[in-house]
């Protein structure tokens, strides 16, 4: 079962593709839920065992029948019972969730629907089963776990818990914040407020990556030093870098990667770093020191690790010899005897013995089509750039994908006079871009898609201020736009490799996740 507004290369090989409306995942995942309910299909032992809360949640979901939820889906109700039935039906079943998901208003209460999917039919705990997310790229897992995140200390664990936090303070011998800090939205406001003197990016291109650029460029111009730590000099660094400290990649240093499920995998340097670049810990601990801060004296990457491990009891025996002998190693790992473990949940929670059924409504879509802004524009990547570009614009990778395109339906285009290639004006009512044309069958009609990965074309200049409504992600899929065309020219855009004889065409698409 594939949910996608556009038939990416996943849907043209899944039983099912349901053409989802971008936004409205609260209302997709209910409306699957309540034909689960409606026919009987749910997984009445484990509700009882391990769940609570399910009269309410069941009560809840008769305003969310497939035939209700049309109207906010946009999926036909054929579709979503069917798919409801061969989750629920085709156990162990299990779901894996991209940025397509997360990337919302309601991002997060799209996941906790999804949650409930899981929790309705018992898909929690066993072989084949859980909700998986499939992050943006290796180790955001591990590097959340570090306490990269502002509200969590190493571990993963809330800065509201006082014994974990008593724990740390002894371990530094400081006293720590108890208020949380900011995370990346939070730090523009910042900026825009006078209140930040310092930044430090590393490994984020943010006048690439980040939402409501044309805000974000204007503020953080007026901080007055910006240190930008990455492999190459990027997009941050031109527009408003002080300083660039040139970084190690991951094959010029030493270290741990942690992937989705769980598992530690040592990473060992296969060449020395190149020119004046270090692995990312130096610098940071070479200004600490001149800062005055003790504890920063570390000699390699494992004695970092060790730290790790004294602050974080879950993976207090996943140490390196230990990797060395048996590979990567799933925390929880107590100690060195700890085999480690395969699957959470199995026979609780993390927060307890019973998981509660949630009931988020669906909110109205924001930035919904107008007479002036009629298409609703959806962002993402694709399989031959990495994100920003900032590694993959380097490589052969970019003779696949040379620049990012406004794919749009050959409907849409011919209605618009718009032909393959033609250059256009993309305006939103946060800024404007400029793509060429490719008429793309697998976009939806009233629907267009453009990737970010072409510093030139500015397309994060088109996103706005909305963000997810717990977290505070951006909500980089869902922005209004109108098309304005610029020039017509004669060679269709193709992306990908030729095959002998194959002419150029908006068949030729990458896929994008």
């Given at each position: 079962?594939?949910?996608?507004?556009?038939?990416?290369?996943?849907?043209?090989?899944?039983?099912?593709?349901?053409?989802?409306?971008?936004?409205?995942?609260?209302?997709?995942?209910?409306?699957?839920?309540?034909?689960?309910?409606?026919?009987?299909?749910?997984?009445?032992?484990?509700?009882?065992?391990?769940?609570?809360?399910?009269?309410?949640?069941?009560?809840?979901?008769?305003?969310?029948?497939?035939?209700?939820?049309?109207?906010?889906?946009?999926?036909?109700?054929?579709?979503?019972?069917?798919?409801?039935?061969?989750?629920?039906?085709?156990?162990?079943?299990?779901?894996?969730?991209?940025?397509?998901?997360?990337?919302?208003?309601?991002?997060?209460?799209?996941?906790?629907?999804?949650?409930?999917?899981?929790?309705?039919?018992?898909?929690?705990?066993?072989?084949?089963?859980?909700?998986?997310?499939?992050?943006?790229?290796?180790?955001?897992?591990?590097?959340?776990?570090?306490?990269?995140?502002?509200?969590?200390?190493?571990?993963?664990?809330?800065?509201?818990?006082?014994?974990?936090?008593?724990?740390?303070?002894?371990?530094?011998?400081?006293?720590?914040?108890?208020?949380?800090?900011?995370?990346?939205?939070?730090?523009?406001?910042?900026?825009?407020?006078?209140?930040?003197?310092?930044?430090w990016a590393i490994g984020y291109d943010i006048m690439q990556s980040h939402a409501d650029i044309v805000r974000t460029q204007r503020?953080?111009?007026?901080?007055?030093?910006?240190?930008?730590?990455?492999?190459?000099?990027?997009?941050?660094?031109?527009?408003?870098?002080?300083?660039?400290?040139?970084?190690?990649?991951?094959?010029?240093?030493?270290?741990?990667?942690?992937?989705?499920?769980?598992?530690?995998?040592?990473?060992?340097?296969?060449?020395?770093?190149?020119?004046?670049?270090?692995?990312?810990?130096?610098?940071?601990?070479?200004?600490?020191?001149?800062?005055?801060?003790?504890?920063?004296?570390?000699?390699?990457?494992?004695?970092?690790?060790?730290?790790?491990?004294?602050?974080?009891?879950?993976?207090?025996?996943?140490?390196?010899?230990?990797?060395?002998?048996?590979?990567?190693?799933?925390?929880?790992?107590?100690?060195?005897?700890?085999p480690g473990t395969v699957r959470l949940h199995s026979d609780t929670f993390t927060l307890g013995d019973r998981a509660p059924f949630s009931r988020p409504e669906q909110m109205p879509l924001q930035e919904p089509p107008t007479a002036e802004f009629p298409l609703l524009?959806?962002?993402?990547?694709?399989?031959?750039?990495?994100?920003?570009?900032?590694?993959?614009?380097?490589?052969?990778?970019?003779?696949?994908?040379?620049?990012?395109?406004?794919?749009?339906?050959?409907?849409?285009?011919?209605?618009?006079?718009?032909?393959?290639?033609?250059?256009?004006?993309?305006?939103?009512?946060?800024?404007?871009?400029?793509?060429?044309?490719?008429?793309?069958?697998?976009?939806?009609?009233?629907?267009?898609?453009?990737?970010?990965?072409?510093?030139?074309?500015?397309?994060?200049?088109?996103?706005?201020?909305?963000?997810?409504?717990?977290?505070?992600?951006?909500?980089?899929?869902?922005?209004?736009?109108?098309?304005?065309?610029?020039?017509?020219?004669?060679?269709?855009?193709?992306?990908?490799?030729?095959?002998?004889?194959?002419?150029?065409?908006?068949?030729?698409?990458?896929?994008?996740?």
């Amino acid at each position: 079962i594939v949910i996608d507004p556009r038939k990416v290369g996943l849907a043209q090989i899944a039983d099912l593709h349901l053409p989802i409306t971008p936004g409205a995942n609260v209302a997709m995942f209910h409306s699957m839920a309540a034909v689960i309910i409606e026919e009987g299909l749910e997984n009445r032992e484990f509700i009882a065992q391990r769940t609570e809360g399910f009269a309410e949640y069941a009560e809840f979901l008769k305003g969310y029948t497939p035939e209700k939820a049309v109207t906010m889906t946009g999926v036909p109700p054929e579709l979503v019972r069917a798919a409801a039935r061969m989750y629920a039906t085709g156990s162990p079943s299990i779901s894996f969730h991209g940025l397509g998901l997360t990337e919302n208003v309601q991002g997060t209460e799209g996941i906790i629907a999804l949650s409930n999917l899981a929790l309705l039919t018992g898909n929690v705990g066993k072989p084949g089963t859980g909700i998986n997310p499939l992050r943006g790229q290796n180790n955001v897992q591990g590097s959340a776990h570090m306490g990269s995140d502002p509200n969590y200390f190493t571990g993963y664990t809330p800065i509201s818990n006082a014994e974990v936090r008593a724990k740390v303070e002894a371990f530094y011998g400081v006293k720590l914040p108890k208020e949380r800090g900011l995370d990346a939205v939070q730090i523009v406001e910042a900026a825009e407020a006078g209140k930040l003197d310092v930044l430090w990016a590393i490994g984020y291109d943010i006048m690439q990556s980040h939402a409501d650029i044309v805000r974000t460029q204007r503020v953080l111009e007026n901080v007055p030093l910006v240190v930008v730590q990455d492999l190459f000099m990027n997009e941050t660094a031109r527009a408003i870098g002080t300083v660039f400290l040139p970084a190690a990649a991951s094959f010029e240093k030493d270290g741990t990667f942690m992937n989705s499920e769980r598992r530690v995998q040592r990473v060992r340097k296969a060449v020395e770093p190149q020119g004046e670049a270090v692995a990312d810990w130096i610098p940071v601990c070479e200004v600490a020191k001149r800062m005055g801060m003790k504890g920063f004296d570390f000699k390699d990457a494992e004695e970092i690790w060790n730290e790790v491990r004294v602050l974080w009891p879950a993976g207090a025996g996943i140490s390196y010899a230990k990797m060395e002998r048996e590979g990567g190693i799933q925390w929880p790992c107590t100690d060195e005897s700890h085999p480690g473990t395969v699957r959470l949940h199995s026979d609780t929670f993390t927060l307890g013995d019973r998981a509660p059924f949630s009931r988020p409504e669906q909110m109205p879509l924001q930035e919904p089509p107008t007479a002036e802004f009629p298409l609703l524009l959806v962002t993402g990547r694709t399989l031959y750039a990495y994100n920003a570009g900032t590694m993959t614009d380097r490589t052969k990778n970019l003779d696949l994908r040379p620049i990012d395109t406004l794919d749009l339906h050959p409907d849409d285009a011919d209605s618009l006079g718009i032909a393959d290639g033609d250059e256009l004006r993309i305006v939103s009512a946060w800024g404007e871009a400029q793509l060429p044309a490719r008429r793309d069958k697998r976009v939806k009609r009233g629907e267009v898609f453009a990737t970010f990965h072409t510093p030139a074309a500015h397309v994060n200049r088109l996103l706005g201020p909305h963000r997810d409504n717990k977290v505070n992600t951006p909500a980089y899929k869902r922005t209004a736009v109108r098309l304005e065309r610029l020039a017509a020219v004669a060679q269709p855009v193709t992306i990908g490799r030729k095959r002998k004889g194959q002419r150029n065409g908006p068949g030729n698409g990458a896929a994008a996740s």
